[in-house]
């Protein structure tokens, strides 16, 4: 079946501007999950979203980074007045979570972000 | 919170040859531990995970072992190829849904 898919892959921006990030996770997983890793590093966490609870949004490292999660399924992750420092690849996951007892994560391919 | 090492950071092996990679973790509630391939340009993958009511796992050439007094477990390649060449992730997670990862391994496997 259709696996976790991102969009873009690949994004360049100019320093200050705002860009969105999308991710669909697998039909039927109710955890999503925003990740950061930045060249040759490892995976930042940045927000959790469960079913319809508030997320945990206790990983992002500014204001200007935002996510929300609509109907339950597709997310996007706002960054505002990007900086050069926010450039990485930002990885979303998925998983039954929870409610199935299940903490196995499937990955999407990534957004390469590149703020010039 | 809960915290992770994984050494080395870096394995340069010959193929055939067997690899190991290690991590370690601090929160005694963790029970669950994946362990995560990634290629370059792509996503990581889960290869294999265990839980903590099992000390050790086999799929195929891959393996992982939990010492859950010690809070280390272990992934183990055996007869190494070159498309096992990728970095792999450990992960603990249990006290909370949110895992952590350790910092990753780069495996060269030179043919």
């Known amino acids: 079946g259709a696996g976790v898919s991102q969009s873009p892959s690949n994004k360049v921006t100019e320093k200050g501007k705002d860009v969105e990030l999308r991710c669909d996770p697998i039909?039927?997983?109710?955890?999503l999950y925003w990740y950061r890793q930045s060249l040759g590093q490892g995976l930042e966490f940045l927000i959790y979203?469960?079913?319809?609870?508030?997320?945990?949004k206790s990983g992002l490292p500014s204001d200007r980074f935002s996510a929300e999660r609509t109907g339950g399924s597709v997310s996007t992750l706002t960054i505002q007045r990007t900086q050069q420092e926010d450039s990485a690849v930002y990885l979303c996951?998925?998983?039954?979570?929870?409610?199935?007892?299940?903490?196995?994560?499937?990955f999407g391919p990534g957004t390469r972000l590149t703020v010039t | 919170g809960e915290n992770v090492e994984q050494h080395p950071s870096t394995l340069s092996v010959q193929e055939g040859d067997s690899a190991v990679i290690k991590c370690t973790y601090s929160?005694?509630?963790?029970?669950?531990f994946p362990w995560y391939k990634q290629e370059l340009g792509k996503g990581p993958q889960l290869i294999i995970d265990?839980?903590?009511?099992?000390g050790e796992k086999k799929d195929q050439r891959i393996a992982v072992t939990l010492n859950k007094t010690a809070k280390h477990f272990s992934l183990h390649i055996t007869e190494t190829q070159p498309e096992d060449s990728a970095v792999y992730f450990c992960?603990?997670?249990?006290?909370?849904?949110?895992?952590?990862f350790g910092r990753g391994t780069s495996l060269i496997v030179h043919p």
């Open positions: 039909s039927g997983h109710t955890a």
């Open positions: 929160d005694s509630a963790s029970n669950y």
């Open positions: 265990i839980r903590s009511n099992v």
């Open positions: 992960a603990a997670s249990g006290g909370s849904y949110i895992p952590t």
């Open positions: 996951a998925s998983s039954f979570g929870p409610t199935s007892g299940s903490y196995e994560q499937y």
């Open positions: 979203f469960q079913g319809n609870s508030a997320p945990d």
